[in-house]
């Protein structure tokens, strides 16, 4: 059964503080590794997709890498504004649809 | 580009009544999905469409749940009669054919059985 975790469940910052966010999957045939972000009362927001192992994407204090097993999400420097939960997902090769981890809450204060 | 579109934003409901969601998806996107975020979980595939078809609904409770995809533009999903469990976040999503880019979500219809 295709699988994605994530963790920590939440995460409190100060702001500044740097830190990483963990997405481990199992998913055959998987075809792309996505992250979202999620803010109250809303949908997911698309950030990156990551498709081979060792590809590497930024925007602004995010970073998102991929290796074979798992995929990291950096947040440099956060700021209060990069409060959210975040989502990783995978999609297989076959069809579009994308399993999703539990998130990560994330809290940054000023 | 307009996003996608989602009716109602909220509503609650007594245990085995009857409630209908409305999604417009972005103009020209032939993939429509429904997913369901439970609270403090990730969104949970219910069904998808692929035009006006059904590609995938291994994970929509056919007894209580329907959804269907007119003229392979607006769907509706349905819950009769709805559970305690189902309360939860209904999420609409599209993409254009391939969907490699990602999805675009609509913000959502937040359900609540009482």
């Known amino acids: 059964e295709d699988q994605v975790t994530q963790s920590p469940e939440a995460l409190r910052l100060q702001e500044g503080e740097s830190s990483s966010l963990n997405c481990s999957y199992t998913v055959s045939g998987l075809r792309g590794l996505f992250w979202y972000r999620q803010d109250p009362g809303k949908g997911p927001e698309f950030l990156f997709t990551l498709y081979s192992a060792g590809e590497e994407k930024e925007k602004e204090r995010l970073k998102a890498t991929l290796t074979k097993k798992e995929s990291f999400l950096h947040i440099t420097a956060p700021k209060p504004e990069d409060s959210a939960t975040y989502l990783c997902?995978?999609?297989?090769?076959?069809?579009?649809?994308?399993?999703f981890g539990g998130g990560t809450r994330v809290l940054v204060k000023p | 580009e307009a996003g996608v579109a989602q009716s109602p934003r909220y509503k609650i409901i007594e245990k085995r009544q009857s409630v209908a969601f409305w999604c417009n998806p972005i103009s020209g996107h032939a993939t429509l999905y429904w997913y369901q975020q439970i609270l403090g979980q990730g969104p949970k595939l219910l069904i998808q469409?692929?035009?006006?078809?059904?590609?995938?609904d291994s994970q929509l409770p056919k007894d209580r749940f329907s959804a269907e995809r007119l003229k392979g533009v607006d769907s509706t999903l349905k819950i009769q009669p709805a559970k305690l469990e189902d309360s939860a976040v209904y999420l609409c999503a599209s993409s254009s054919t391939g969907g490699a880019a990602g999805y675009t979500f609509g913000s959502g219809t937040r359900l609540t059985v009482v």
């Open positions: 997902a995978g999609i297989k090769a076959a069809g579009n649809k994308l399993t």
């Open positions: 469409f692929q035009n006006n078809g059904v590609v995938d």
